[in-house]
């Protein structure tokens, strides 16, 4: 069908500096750029959702320090 075709074809596209290649036209060199590129999209990711669970898992364990330190007595208490 078209539709399967013009996906395909979009896959197959490069687009940079708001010009498009045909993946398939470029040398070699040009390939294995653009499948580094995309292994470095793909371990970004990857990343950036670590960090967000660690941020998650470092507001939680906050969350439970506080509440223990709640009946805690301070050495340096609030002036009121």
């Known amino acids: 069908t078209m539709e399967k075709n013009d996906e395909k074809q979009s896959q197959n596209k490069l687009k940079i500096d708001e010009k498009e290649y045909l993946i398939d036209s470029l040398?070699?060199?040009g390939k294995q750029l653009i499948n580094g590129l995309r292994t470095?999209?793909?371990?970004?990711?990857?990343?950036?959702?670590?960090l967000k669970l660690i941020s998650v898992g470092k507001s939680k364990m906050i969350e439970d320090l506080k509440n223990?330190?709640?009946n805690i007595e301070p050495i340096n208490p609030e002036s009121e």
């Open 27 to 29: 040398p070699d060199e």
């Open 40 to 50: 470095a999209d793909a371990q970004t990711k990857i990343y950036e959702d670590t």
């Open 68 to 70: 223990i330190l709640e």
